[in-house]
Each structure stands twice: as structure tokens, then as C-alpha cells.
């Protein structure tokens, strides 16, 4: 019996032996981190094992975790009003998207690396190289900071990368493509859903405590501005406008749907069009027009330009020209974008022209690493660092001069003719044209929208919209299942046809 128990532990010692001094190790860093950090660094030590467990879970399951980004992406600003995001807002939806880059590494077989290679992923390139040198940046005279740099080049710079290549590796087929629309789609619902009832129910608690700090730009003559689940009304309408143009879009000019999706788009646009404008998001009219305005020329077709083009000219001289609609709060705020004398347009024109005063001297900018918190009060730039920008590119411009903005322009022009080139072009199915028209037209859209405030870079537009871009490249490669589902819905419609005349026949 002794002898069957020794070979037992012999046996199980020879094949878990490295499990078990592994897991006694972690044992000990733990007692460790317990004993000289506290409960924190023993926490920490604690879950390293539920992280590779998730990294073993999500390799198996990549497209659930690449929608798991995706659904964080957009509820992690909500969350974090809420404070169930006790790490930092920026970490979740990075360490995701790590993950998933990291998993197509190892997977290397299913990484067709000819299709990253393209003209967005130049520009992006020339983009980063930029931001990292601005490394080197000290126009304020107070040395470099390396870790406020890569703080700000983050979010500035490489997060627009990850989400290039999370996208352009992962959504590598129609079914994805389609699934990424209806994900938007149904949560772009929900945020329209939410402004609702702050506007019909209300606010909660935690809203109403945010109000407090944001009613300087939320309620504004007495109007509110609803801002949903985003960061700011000003976020939520921009986005709002821009998906709302995709929508249309979709529902529209899509070939490859059936009538029950037709609507759900339909229905998600109309609401999206209804939330921008409880946003009193002034520049989202301009967002909305500018998507429309290039759907027109993609779209290649006078019996779609036409009706598009006269119903938009038709909204626009209300807002423009009449009074209509004058007692509803939300109208009226959004036709004073078209007042040249709005006093708030003219504090950010003033605010603007100071600024170019110092930047004269900072061609470079005043740097990435340089904000309110870390440029002194005796310092030259101290004013241009904290002035509100309230525009994302005058953020750019302020933080890497004209060279810089200079730079992010013309890489941003690349990217987007890229795209349209290859839906005028490339693509000859009408519902993978329509698909990249939408990405295409909600990227110009959300672009103004960061012309006009600082929300090109907040999320949840960065995966959303630029990660639809990098989309639109992608189109090409998979252009015939679209073919191929277009072929079944049609035989699908004759065969239904057939079995009602045959009904009627029989009948």
C-alpha cells in the first residue's frame, strides 16, 4: 500500500512538478507583495492567474473578444460616470486590443499581412513617426518628459494604429462586416434611448451631481443639453450625426439585407437624427451635411443624388431661412449655428486668434507631454496650455504646432481619398459600395465634428470610425460573398414569387 501511495506521488510529482513549484512561487510573491505593499500589490499577484486564463479563453474565442473591445469602447465612458471603472477609462479597451494583436501574432497562419499594407496604414505610419518624435519637444524649456509624452502620444497617435490593425485583421468577411453594422446600430439605439429618458424622466443621482460640474456647457439659456451615455453633449451629437448618415446609408442603398433590417437601420438612423438634435450639438448639423454631401458623389447614381440633394436643401433652408419649429428648444439651438453674431462662436474665434500669437514662436507646438497640470505659471505658453481648444484639430495644432497639424491633415486627406477610390473605383457589388459609402461619409462627418469640438479622439469614435475606415480597405478582399448572398436573396424572391402564383393559380 506504501509502495502504490510512493509511485502515486512519484508519478504525479514528475508530471505537475513545474505546476506546483509555479503555483508555491506565486505564493510567496504574494506573501510578499501582502507584506511589504499591502492588500493592493497582494490583489494584484492574486488575479495574475484569472489574466492568463482569459488570455487562454480569449485565443480560443478571438471575435468574442474583439466584440467585447467593441461593446467597452462604447459603454466605457458611462461606466465610468458611474465610477464602475476604478483603473483608467483609456486601459480596458488598450489592453483588449493588445490582446487581440498579441493573439494574431501567435496565430500567424490566419494573418494575411497584404491587406494591412495599403494607404491608410501609410498614413497612420507617417502619423505615428511624427508623434513619437515629438519626444524629443521642449519648446516650453522644461525638459523632456517621456512618460506625460507617451501618456498624450497614446491617445493622440497609436490608439488610431490598434485600432487600424484590430479591424483590418479581424473583420475579415461580409457576416463580420454585418455584424459590426447591427452591434452600432443597436447601441447607438441605446444611447438614443438614454437621452430620452434624461429629457422625458430624468436624471439620475450620479447625472445630476455631473451637471453641477458641467452646467457651463450643458444647460445654455436655459436649455439642457442631453448628453446620454458619452462623455458630453458635444460627443454625442457628432457621433450621433455621423451614424446617423451610416444608417441611412445602410438602409438605403443596401442590397443584401432583407426588410426587417432595412427598418432596423432606418429606425436606428431616425433615432440618431432625433438624439443630435437634443444634444443642441450645433456643429452636428454641419457633421450630418458633409456625410450627405459625399454619399452624393459615392454613390454614383442621379436617382439617389437627386431626391438626397433636395430633401437635405429643403431641411437646411428651414434651419437657414424660416422660423419653423423656432418654439421647440432643441431647433432653436441648432439654427444658431447659423448666426454669425452667436456670442459663443465668437469667444472660441477670440480664444483662437490669441493662441496664434504663441504659436508663431512654437512651430513644434508647445508638445504632447504639455498640458494644464505640468506647464508653470511663469511660462510662456502657460496661457496657450490652458485655454480650452474646443476644437480636436486646434488641440493638435496647439500641441504640435503647424507642422503637426499640417501633417495630420494631410495624413487624414490620404486616408479618406484612399477609402473613397476604392469605393468609386474598386468595388462593383451596390452592398459592398453602400457599406463603404457609409463608413466613408460618417469619417468626413465625425472630422468636422472634431473641427468644431475636442471629440475626434473620445470615445467611442476612434474604433467606431476610424476602425470603419480601415473597413473600407478590406471591402475588396471579400467582395464576392456579397455577390453571393445578393445571388440567394434573389433566387429566395423568385421562389417566393413562384409559390404565390402558384397559390393564386391553385387557388
Known amino acids: 500500500m506504501e509502495k502504490i501511495k510512493s509511485n502515486s506521488i512519484s508519478k504525479y510529482t514528475t508530471e505537475n512538478g513545474g505546476k506546483v513549484i509555479l503555483l508555491f ?56 460616470r458611474y465610477n ?18 498579441a493573439i494574431a501574432i501567435i496565430d500567424a497562419k490566419d494573418l494575411k499581412l497584404g491587406k494591412v499594407a495599403n494607404i491608410m496604414f501609410l498614413a497612420l505610419i507617417i502619423w505615428c513617426v511624427f508623434c513619437t518624435l515629438e519626444v524629443l ?11 506625460a509624452w507617451f ?17 483590418i485583421i479581424y473583420i475579415s468577411d461580409s457576416n463580420r462586416v454585418m455584424t459590426f453594422l447591427r452591434l452600432w446600430a443597436a447601441l447607438s439605439l441605446f444611447a438614443a434611448f438614454w437621452a430620452w429618458k434624461q429629457q422625458n424622466i430624468g436624471f439620475t443621482s450620479t447625472e445630476k451631481a455631473w451637471l453641477v460640474y458641467g452646467a457651463r456647457t450643458h444647460i445654455v439659456n436655459g436649455i439642457i443639453r442631453y448628453f ?24 438605403v442603398s443596401h442590397k443584401s439585407i432583407n426588410k426587417k433590417e432595412r427598418i432596423f437601420f432606418l429606425v436606428a438612423g431616425l433615432a440618431c437624427t432625433w438624439t443630435m438634435f437634443a444634444s443642441g450639438t450645433r456643429t452636428a448639423i454641419f457633421c450630418f451635411a458633409a456625410g450627405c454631401s459625399v454619399y452624393i458623389f459615392l454613390s454614383k447614381s442621379f436617382k439617389i443624388a ?11 433652408s428651414i434651419l437657414m431661412f424660416t422660423t419653423i419649429g423656432q418654439g421647440n428648444s432643441m431647433i432653436r439651438r441648432m439654427r444658431s449655428a447659423f448666426n454669425k453674431n452667436d456670442a459663443s462662436l465668437g469667444t472660441r ?20 507631454s504639455r498640458n494644464l497640470g505640468n506647464v508653470p505659471a511663469n511660462n510662456k505658453y502657460r496661457k496657450v496650455s490652458v485655454t480650452a481648444p474646443d476644437s480636436e484639430y486646434v488641440f493638435i495644432w ?16 490620404m486616408m479618406f481619398l484612399g477609402a473613397c477610390i476604392i469605393v468609386f473605383f474598386r468595388l462593383k457589388n451596390r452592398s459592398a459600395q453602400s457599406i463603404g459609402a457609409a463608413f466613408c461619409c460618417a469619417f468626413i462627418a465625425i472630422q468636422l465634428g472634431g473641427y468644431g469640438n475636442q471629440i475626434l479622439m473620445q470615445f467611442p469614435n476612434v474604433l467606431i470610425f476610424y476602425g470603419g475606415l480601415a473597413i473600407v480597405y478590406n471591402l475588396p478582399f471579400f467582395e464576392k460573398e456579397f455577390d453571393e448572398q445578393e445571388k440567394a436573396i434573389a433566387l429566395k424572391k423568385e421562389e417566393q414569387k413562384r409559390l404565390a402564383e402558384e397559390k393564386k393559380k391553385h387557388g
Request: net charge negative; hydrophobic share 60%.
Open 84 to 101: 464602475y471603472m476604478p483603473i483608467p477609462v483609456s486601459l480596458p479597451n488598450e489592453a483588449l486590443e493588445i490582446v487581440l494583436l
Open 137 to 147: 519637444n521642449d519648446t516650453c524649456d522644461l525638459g523632456i518628459d517621456v512618460a
Open 25 to 80: 512561487l506565486l505564493f510567496l510573491i504574494a506573501l510578499y507583495q501582502l507584506i511589504t505593499t499591502g492588500i493592493t500589490g497582494f490583489a494584484i499577484v492574486c488575479i495574475l492567474p484569472v489574466f492568463v486564463l482569459y488570455g487562454i479563453f480569449a485565443f480560443r474565442h478571438k471575435m468574442l473578444t474583439f466584440w467585447t473591445l467593441f461593446i467597452v469602447n462604447y459603454m466605457v465612458m458611462f461606466l465610468n
Open 349 to 368: 474665434e477670440i480664444n483662437q486668434m490669441a493662441m496664434k500669437k504663441y504659436m508663431q514662436d512654437a512651430p513644434w507646438g508647445i508638445g504632447i
Open 306 to 316: 437627386i431626391p438626397v440633394t433636395l430633401i437635405f436643401a429643403f431641411f437646411m
Open 151 to 167: 501618456s498624450g502620444a497614446r491617445l493622440m497617435a497609436f490608439q488610431l494604429m490598434y485600432v487600424y490593425l484590430v479591424c
Open 398 to 413: 496647439i500641441h504640435t504646432g503647424a507642422i503637426g497639424i499640417t501633417t495630420f491633415i494631410i495624413t487624414t486627406i
Open 228 to 251: 446620454s451615455i458619452f462623455s458630453d453633449a458635444a460627443n454625442l451629437g457628432c457621433n450621433m450625426a455621423a451614424s446617423a448618415v451610416a444608417f441611412f446609408i445602410i438602409s
